[in-house]
T-cell receptor, first 116, second 113 residues
């Protein structure tokens, strides 16, 4: 399975600022995703990071708030922009290895974000 | 109806018992089903996946899939305190180039020594 390194592991940020989270995979993956997990909740998909093109966002998430880059097959970033306390959450990236579309996803360690 | 539902829980079982975790899904066309384990403060870890009707066993874990009834379950035999975690059911609701995982809300399992 792929190893996904995510950083920072945690951060405390002031409201109104932005934080960029990085995700590095040790091998090429066909698809990369960004999730949010709010306290006590399950994972909610923010967007699919597309290599070399704009990300595909899920309902309720917009590019201006969560810009995403994926310059190559092993790296992606998620920015949480103009943060408010409601953005306090764990952010997770995941990747799916090459193969059929039915393959499972592997997760990075997560970024625990607290906005004060 | 939510796409992936895990309604029972939290679940508490004594050490050595069988823990049974259930999940239902709404999309009859779903093809792939996964169970993730998440310890507090950690990221999800894949423990089982199943694609075909029936049972799939891996050590103390058995995944069961019934597509006609649209449910998937996870059995943990000889439960250990180290199994105490939140278990997330995930489903790929449609196959295809953009298939993506949809997660249930999770079931918290506590194994009592």
């Amino acid at each position: 399975s792929a190893v996904i390194s995510q950083k920072p592991s945690r951060d405390i940020c002031q409201r109104g600022t932005s934080l960029t989270i990085q995700c590095q995979v040790d091998s090429q993956v066909t698809m990369m995703f960004w999730y949010r997990q709010q306290p006590g909740q399950s994972l909610t998909l923010i967007a699919t990071a597309n290599q070399g093109s704009e990300a595909t966002y899920e309902s309720g998430f917009v590019i201006d708030k969560f810009p995403i880059s994926r310059p190559n097959l092993t790296f992606s970033t998620l920015t949480v922009s103009n943060m408010s306390p409601e953005d306090s959450s764990i952010y997770l990236c995941s990747g799916k290895p090459p193969g059929t579309a039915n393959t499972e996803a592997f997760f990075g360690q997560g970024t625990r974000l607290t906005v004060v | 109806q939510k796409e992936v539902e895990q309604n029972s829980g939290p679940l508490s079982v004594p050490e050595g018992a069988i823990a049974s975790l259930n999940c239902t899904y709404s999309d009859r066309g779903s093809q792939s089903f996964f169970w993730y384990r998440q310890y507090s403060g950690k990221s999800p870890e894949l423990i089982m996946f199943i694609y075909s009707n029936g049972d799939k066993e891996d050590g103390r874990f058995t995944a069961q899939l019934n597509k006609a009834s649209q449910y998937v379950s996870l059995l943990i035999r000889d439960s250990q305190p180290s199994d105490s975690a939140t278990y997330l059911c995930a489903v790929i609701l449609r196959t295809g180039a953009n298939s993506k995982l949809t997660f249930g809300k999770g079931i918290t399992l506590s194994v009592r020594p």
